[in-house]
């Protein structure tokens, strides 16, 4: 194997597109009440409502925005990802375990990989993941098993994880 790249699936990519345009909706219309607060005169409440009910999902929108375009790619050297978190780059030899995660996510449970690094930290990888019915990743345990079979033939590690 040379390289291989996960991304989101295009369910996982639609319904995070639907999501963060209901947050851009609802920003908008609380900035236009806003607006007529601040028509009306009455400037302590258009700042208080503008900022808690539109400015903070505006400061959302945009790294959502951008979470789609998020990938994981394994080749001969390591792991490198882009989320919404920044990117990361670890080399195999410094990957002590690849795992399965699951927890409980708004909508149900999620599942997602982590992975802990030889000096004790861990991360979870942005993509793939599997949640619930909406962001279902049907391939997302091939997907597991085929970073955990390249990280145990790079690692030189037999350990199973």
Not at 74 to 79: A, F, M, R
Request: charged letters at 20%; aromatic letters at 10%; hydrophobic letters at 40%.
């Amino acid at each position: 194997m040379d390289e291989t790249v996960f991304r989101y699936t295009r369910r996982q990519r639609l319904a995070m597109w639907v999501f963060a345009s209901g947050m851009a909706v609802w920003a908008g219309a609380v900035s236009v009440r806003a607006a007529r607060y601040l028509a009306d005169g009455q400037t302590g409440s258009a700042v208080g409502l503008w900022l808690m009910f539109g400015l903070i999902p505006t400061v959302l929108f945009v790294p959502l925005a951008g979470m789609p375009t998020g990938w994981t790619r394994i080749d001969v050297e390591g792991l490198r990802t882009r989320g919404m978190t920044g990117r990361r780059r670890v080399v195999w030899r410094d990957i002590a375990s690849v795992h399965a995660l699951a927890g409980r996510g708004r909508n149900g449970s999620i599942t997602q990989i982590g992975v802990t690094r030889t000096d004790g930290t861990s991360f979870l990888l942005p993509v793939p993941f599997t949640s619930g019915a909406i962001a279902k990743d049907p391939d997302f345990y091939e997907k597991l098993e085929l970073m955990c079979q390249e990280w145990k033939k790079r690692s030189g590690t037999g350990d199973d994880t």
